[in-house]
């Protein structure tokens, strides 16, 4: 009988054990960090962006028009966050960014890029709400609209949309020049532009072609194709920024007042299907080039610098999120040249949409996918 109860306890342990070796995600080697991949949140459906609550809770958007709660511990809130705009999920638009104001807490503005219908087609928009949460539910109120891309048009690609808040409080807001490449150079023309606002929308003083006949004021670069990704530099405190390319030529830049970004005139890319040049090649003077290139494409989506203490030998590092090729780029700097690049969980995770530091030094991503997932790193070890 005791032998019998031995061998039937350890049975159950050994299952026990199994059960655990098997939740417990492996371990995960790179160049310069060990480090898990922990599943925090599943269900999502094409999640776009993350936003960390100071709650400890996380807002995530998903692109047909829901905003999701998360509680602290990853368990998804059934009911949408209720008072969002009204989302034209056409193509690649829908519902993208989502970001709180710098001084949140105090105001409890949360800030929403998106594609709105209107005359003339869709656009990219932005507005802004004030979080409540209460007995009654999760919600924006007194939702303003901020921002509207003049004018809109036809077409389901290149909506952009990040949304980034400078240290003097100003408000970034990248765009993509909607398919039809031309509107890019066309300065009364809001398409292929990054925007610069204060917070409630009104135009700052300063912009770059601020006052200038036949020019939208709310410009502050041109040229750019499609930007889905931009981030702060932790030194500089100026705006990087990643751009899509056509068959080729991603690109990565430093987002300065007043430049022109090239698209469609230079660029690195070629024609999908035919590989015929576009422009007249990949410079020309007065057009910016980038400080880094993909050829072939990996479809940036999602960007940010590590400046955390939970991966030492990463801190500095750009970290770049990639559709195609389903991986994470890790990007070493050396001022502004990118001195190397390691590829991580290529074909592991799926298309990673968005890259965010999260208040506890974690990396944090997204995946893009009816089932898509909040995943976190997480340190293994000294290395």
Same mark, same amino acid.
């Given at each position: 009988m005791i032998n019998r109860a031995f061998h039937h306890l350890f049975v159950c342990c050994l299952s026990l054990s199994c059960v655990a070796a098997q939740a417990a995600p492996l371990p995960i080697g790179s160049e310069k960090a060990s480090f898990r991949v922990e599943q925090v949140a599943g269900g999502l459906v094409h999640p776009w962006s993350l936003?960390?609550?100071?709650?400890?809770?996380?807002?995530?958007?998903?692109?047909?028009? @829901?905003?999701?709660l998360l509680a602290a511990d990853g368990t998804l809130d059934p009911q949408p966050v209720s008072g969002v705009p009204a989302v034209a999920a056409v193509g690649q638009g829908g519902l993208l960014d989502v970001v709180l104001h710098p001084e949140f807490a105090a105001n409890g503005w949360v800030y929403l890029s998106y594609s709105a219908a209107g005359a003339g087609g869709v656009g990219t928009e932005? !507005?802004?709400? @004030?979080?409540?949460?209460?007995?009654?539910?999760? @919600?924006?109120?007194?939702?303003?609209?901020i921002y509207r891309q003049q004018p809109k048009s036809n077409g389901g690609v290149h909506f952009g949309s990040r949304l980034v808040f400078d240290?003097?409080?100003?408000?970034?807001?990248?765009?993509?020049?909607?398919?039809?490449? !031309? @509107? !890019?150079?066309?300065?009364?023309?809001?398409?292929?532009?990054?925007?610069?606002?204060?917070?409630?929308?009104?135009?700052?003083?300063?912009?770059?072609?601020?006052?200038?006949?036949g020019v939208r004021p709310e410009i502050f670069s041109l040229g750019h194709r499609s930007v889905q990704g931009a981030a702060l530099h932790p030194a500089s405190g100026e705006l990087w920024t990643h751009e899509h390319g056509p068959q080729g030529g991603d690109e990565i830049n430093v987002v300065r007042a007043g430049r022109n970004y090239g698209w469609p005139t230079i660029t690195y890319g070629?024609?999908?299907?035919?590989?015929?040049?576009?422009?007249?090649?990949?410079?020309q003077a007065g057009l910016e080039q980038p400080l880094h290139q993909w050829t072939p494409s990996i479809a940036p989506s999602g960007m940010a610098f590590y400046t955390a203490d939970r991966f030492p030998a990463w801190r500095g590092n750009l970290f770049v999120g990639a559709l195609k090729f389903q991986m994470l780029v890790r990007l070493e700097l050396d001022g502004e040249r990118i001195r190397h690049e390691e590829r991580l969980l290529v074909g592991q995770q799926g298309r990673i949409r968005d890259v965010r530091q999260g208040p506890d030094g974690l990396l944090y991503l997204l995946t893009d996918a009816p089932d898509g997932k909040l995943l976190r790193l997480t340190p293994v070890g000294g290395k």
């Open positions: 936003a960390f609550l100071p709650d400890g809770r996380y807002l995530v958007t998903e692109r047909a028009g @829901r905003l999701r932005v !507005a802004r709400g @004030r979080w409540v949460s209460d007995r009654a539910g999760n @919600r924006l109120e007194g939702l303003q609209v240290r003097a409080g100003f408000l970034y807001i990248t765009q993509g020049d909607r398919g039809e490449m !031309a @509107r !890019a150079q066309k300065p009364d023309d809001l398409a292929g532009k990054l925007v610069r606002l204060h917070d409630d929308g009104r135009v700052p003083q300063d912009n770059p072609w601020q006052g200038k006949p070629v024609n999908y299907g035919f590989g015929t040049k576009i422009g007249v090649g990949t410079q």
